[in-house]
């Protein structure tokens, strides 16, 4: 296969081998939407107790794989985005596995991983889409890439951090506490509805950034037909 394959065409978003990638991914995050209103907006527990997270993370990182594995020739790819989502699938189960345990230390950190690794798949992908930005000259793609980052750090990793460090500091600060009790704040919807709300719009906005870049490509797709 030769590198001129993997090439964009001129005025084109993708080459076409990243088209399945783009929409995948799409797929992933349209899922992670849907199943993720009863948990984030209503609290409702359901949905880490049949594993249900795992189905948009396993298309995430097929998209993830396929972009990696499409761009090899021409490095084009980000080799991050692959590792945010190998990270995410490999701890995607332990939130289920967390919740059937009744409260374990490890399986909690483990649990803060995943939620980690999908706040490090977001950054990636709109890394991702903001080169292709660059590549096609598309402003509009650019700087929705640049907001995604920044809503991600501001809404979600910002305000989760804090949470956090705030358990910490009344852990530090009080006596006769345990330090499971740090890990016992999230609660997989427990916490403030602001927060939750928080959460869904940075993962919104990462669905409305794939789903422009979709709109993009089959509008320019269809131009040339």
Same mark, same amino acid.
């Given at each position: 296969?030769?590198?001129?394959?993997?090439?964009?065409?001129?005025?084109?978003?993708?080459?076409?081998?990243?088209?399945?990638?783009?929409?995948?991914?799409?797929?992933?995050?349209?899922?992670?939407?849907?199943?993720?209103?009863?948990?984030?907006?209503?609290?409702?527990?359901?949905?880490?107790?049949?594993?249900?997270?795992?189905?948009?993370?396993?298309?995430?990182?097929?998209?993830?794989?396929?972009?990696?594995?499409?761009?090899?020739?021409?490095?084009?790819?980000?080799?991050?985005?692959?590792?945010?989502?190998?990270?995410?699938?490999?701890?995607?189960?332990?939130?289920?596995?967390?919740?059937?345990?009744?409260?374990?230390?490890?399986?909690?950190?483990?649990?803060? #991983?995943?939620? #980690?690794?999908?706040?490090?798949?977001?950054?990636?992908?709109?890394?991702?889409?903001?080169?292709?930005?660059?590549?096609?000259?598309?402003?509009?793609?650019?700087?929705? #890439?640049?907001?995604?980052?920044?809503?991600?750090?501001?809404?979600?990793?910002?305000?989760?951090?804090?949470? @956090?460090?705030?358990?910490?500091?009344?852990?530090?600060?009080?006596?006769?506490?345990?330090?499971?009790?740090?890990?016992?704040?999230?609660? @997989?919807?427990?916490?403030?509805?602001?927060?939750?709300?928080?959460?869904?719009?940075?993962?919104?906005?990462?669905?409305?950034?794939?789903? @422009?870049?979709?709109?993009?490509?089959?509008?320019?797709?269809?131009?040339?037909?």
């Amino acid at each position: 296969m030769s590198i001129t394959e993997h090439m964009p065409e001129e005025g084109a978003l993708f080459p076409a081998s990243d088209t399945m990638p783009l929409w995948l991914m799409t797929v992933a995050l349209l899922l992670a939407a849907w199943l993720g209103v009863p948990i984030i907006l209503r609290s409702k527990l359901r949905f880490f107790y049949s594993y249900w997270q795992c189905l948009p993370v396993f298309f995430a990182f097929m998209a993830a794989l396929l972009w990696e594995l499409r761009n090899t020739e021409d490095k084009a790819g980000r080799p991050g985005l692959l590792l945010a989502g190998f990270a995410l699938l490999t701890l995607s189960p332990f939130p289920t596995w967390n919740m059937h345990s009744g409260g374990n230390l490890y399986l909690e950190l483990c649990s803060i #991983a995943a939620l #980690a690794a999908a706040f490090w798949l977001q950054i990636e992908l709109s890394l991702r889409l903001q080169e292709a930005a660059a590549r096609c000259q598309d402003p509009v793609l650019a700087l929705m #890439a640049k907001k995604t980052r920044f809503l991600v750090l501001c809404l979600e990793i910002i305000p989760v951090s804090a949470v @956090y460090a705030s358990a910490l500091i009344a852990y530090l600060s009080m006596a006769n506490r345990g330090l499971d009790e740090i890990f016992m704040v999230w609660k @997989y919807g427990r916490i403030s509805l602001t927060l939750r709300v928080c959460i869904f719009w940075g993962l919104l906005n990462s669905l409305s950034l794939c789903l @422009y870049a979709c709109y993009k490509t089959w509008r320019e797709s269809g131009s040339k037909a």
